[in-house]
């Protein structure tokens, strides 16, 4: 018994090893323990299969936890990001943000700006005021606040605009936003004076907004302006520079700052740290290749290139984000569209003519093109009796709201003002709109009209056309706008001399009528659409009339036009050399 008790024990301890040793004892059982053997064997197949299959499954298991977790997560941030808190920001920045009536952020915003706040440089595509400079200047004040910047830090975000309207708007936004920072912001422009300009840059400005001629003047000529800590760049509204041709001013305010970062010593490899950010209200591939333009990278043969795809290295190493391709506009089949074309010297009396027959009990709307020209003509009417308001952006803003609602509670009224202006204020019962100076291009005239149709879906538009700008119209027309033409009127108010009189007697009137035409002619030269707004066919003995002048007053904007010309022809020399 106890050896049975033994060999039962031992049976237990005994490894696979030693029981084949075991074989060699007793052969009578051999057969048996090869039969189990073999059990044991298919035992262990079927264990292992079994382990098999339940790693497979255990693999699919977390792939699909994986891939759960990624859509939770994915799901999670379309979820989250629905105020501007989600997307950390300052807690001072998002109560501007909130004075300005901006609450939560929209598509556009919520895509770009999460790439904009880790530091990547993008190229935004979207439709006209679809939230691009929010979305541009929130990571401009939050970087600005990020890296503490004091004046005397100089420049650490540029925006560049194509003119000076579009300047001056994106400064309004950047003074709002910037209203709770320590930060500051300036605006340099064509036509403002520079000596005012230097003073300003020396005492430090540190988000510049600048049309590019003026930012190239200052990079070159002004030493004070320091851009060594420089971190930001915009280009806003990039299609504009294309179309106008005026990409290469980019270029040269690139080459500029790559210059200036090259001979402060430390700061040598800082060009390539610079966030870029492009923008475009239109879907274009020169806006695209934009990017390795503007960084000066040097141009790379077909073979490195492939290479570098092989890599995963492609040559875009920014984001190219496009919202809409399409504008959609809504506009009221009850609107009534027209245009008249008119002798440039007879703008005024038409005008003037006009408002005397339309003013009773109607609220009347008149755009032009720069702040000067509403200004002057304003004035110019107030003093034929034909009283006005004057609204623009760089208005204080108590005046601004006094006669937004002064216009938006009167029965009848006129208001004086540029497109960008009204663009974002709901007025309503207004007769009608007159585009005394046509859009930048058939979009702007396209979401001004759709934006006014919408609180005022009877409303009649007027647009004010030279000769010279027959092709404008063309383009309106391709778009299938139902826009008609509106008779001349035979009896033009006789008021010329008169006119031409007072402005020659009153100081204040003639200063107005100067900057005013000043103004007119530069808008008109920096146009985007040259093959409509060309400076060269401009009649500027009869467009002085329009402000008054018996002969053209003398004014400086020749020499801009002249340095443009100039630049123009070097470039295209060096291309033709290329
Ligand atoms: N999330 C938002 N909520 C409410 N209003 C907004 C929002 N984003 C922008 N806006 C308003 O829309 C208007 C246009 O915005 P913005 O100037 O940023 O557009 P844009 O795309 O840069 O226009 P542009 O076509 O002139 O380049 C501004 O008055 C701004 O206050």
Do not use: W
Not at 241 to 247: E, Y
Not at 418 to 429: A, D, G, Q, R, V
Not at 494 to 519: C, F, H, P, S, W
Not at 566 to 575: A, Q, S, T, W
């Amino acid at each position: 018994m106890s050896q049975k008790k033994s060999r039962k024990r031992n049976s237990f301890r005994v490894d696979p090893q030693s029981s084949s040793s075991d074989q060699s004892e007793d052969p009578s059982s051999s057969s048996e323990r090869a039969q189990n053997q073999k059990k044991n064997k298919n035992k262990n197949k079927n264990q292992n299969t079994n382990n098999n299959k339940n790693k497979n499954k255990n693999k699919n298991q977390n792939q699909n936890k994986k891939k759960t977790k990624k859509k939770s997560q994915k799901q999670n941030n379309k979820k989250t990001i629905s105020t501007f808190q989600d997307f950390s920001l300052d807690k001072t920045i998002i109560r501007s943000l909130k004075k300005n009536t901006i609450e939560t952020p929209n598509e556009l915003q919520k895509v770009c700006l999460p790439k904009l706040l880790t530091g990547e440089s993008i190229t935004m595509t979207s439709n006209m005021k679809s939230g691009k400079a929010i979305c541009f200047l929130i990571r401009a004040v939050e970087l600005l606040r990020k890296y503490k910047f004091r004046q005397r830090n100089g420049v650490g975000a540029i925006v560049v605009c194509q003119n000076h309207e579009i300047a001056e708007e994106v400064n309004q936004l950047s003074k709002a936003l910037l209203k709770n920072q320590s930060q500051n912001c300036g605006v340099v422009v064509e036509g403002a004076n520079k000596q005012a300009e230097k003073k300003k840059l020396r005492i430090g400005v540190n988000l510049l907004i600048g049309t590019p001629q003026r930012l190239l003047y200052h990079l070159k000529q002004t030493p004070e302006l320091i851009t060594t800590n420089l971190k930001y760049i915009v280009v806003d509204q990039a299609e504009k520079f294309l179309k106008a041709g005026s990409d290469f001013e980019l270029e040269e305010i690139f080459k500029s700052i790559k210059n200036r970062f090259e001979l402060s010593q430390n700061n040598s490899d800082q060009f390539n740290k610079l966030q870029i950010v492009i923008t475009s209200n239109k879907k274009d591939d020169n806006v695209h290749q934009l990017h390795n333009i503007l960084r000066r990278r040097p141009k790379k043969n077909q073979k490195e290139k492939e290479k570098e795809k092989g890599k995963g290295k492609g040559d875009d190493i920014y984001h190219y984000i496009q919202m809409k391709e399409k504008l959609e506009y809504q506009i009221s089949e009850n609107l009534t569209q027209g245009y008249v074309i008119c002798e440039p010297e007879k703008r005024l009396l038409l005008l003037i003519t006009l408002l005397r027959r339309l003013s009773t009990n109607s609220k009347i709307i008149i755009c032009f093109n720069s702040i000067k020209s509403a200004e002057f003509h304003s004035e110019i009417l107030s003093y034929s009796q034909i009283p006005s308001l004057l609204l623009y952006n760089k208005m204080e803003k108590l005046e601004k709201n006094r006669n937004i609602l002064k216009f938006k509670t009167a029965n009848q009224a006129i208001l004086c003002t540029t497109c960008n202006t009204i663009s974002n204020i709901k007025f309503e019962s207004v007769a009608m709109l007159v585009q005394y100076d046509p859009p930048i291009d058939e979009d702007e005239y396209l979401y001004t009209i759709s934006k006014f149709s919408q609180y005022n879906p009877k409303m009649r538009t007027l647009l004010f056309l030279q000769p010279i700008e027959s092709h404008y119209l063309k383009s309106l027309k391709k778009m299938k706008l139902a826009i008609k033409e509106f008779a001349f009127p035979k009896n033009l108010f006789d008021y010329q001399k008169k006119l031409e009189k007072m402005v020659n007697k009153t100081y204040i009137l003639y200063n107005l009528a100067r900057e005013a035409y000043r103004g007119f002619v530069l808008a008109y030269s920096s146009h985007s659409r040259k093959d409509c707004f060309n400076i060269q066919e401009l009649d500027l003995l009869k467009i002085s009339k329009s402000f008054c002048f018996e002969f053209p007053p003398k004014v400086d904007f020749e020499k801009t036009i002249k340095r443009r010309n100039r630049y123009k022809r070097r470039r295209f020399l060096n291309k033709k050399k290329n």
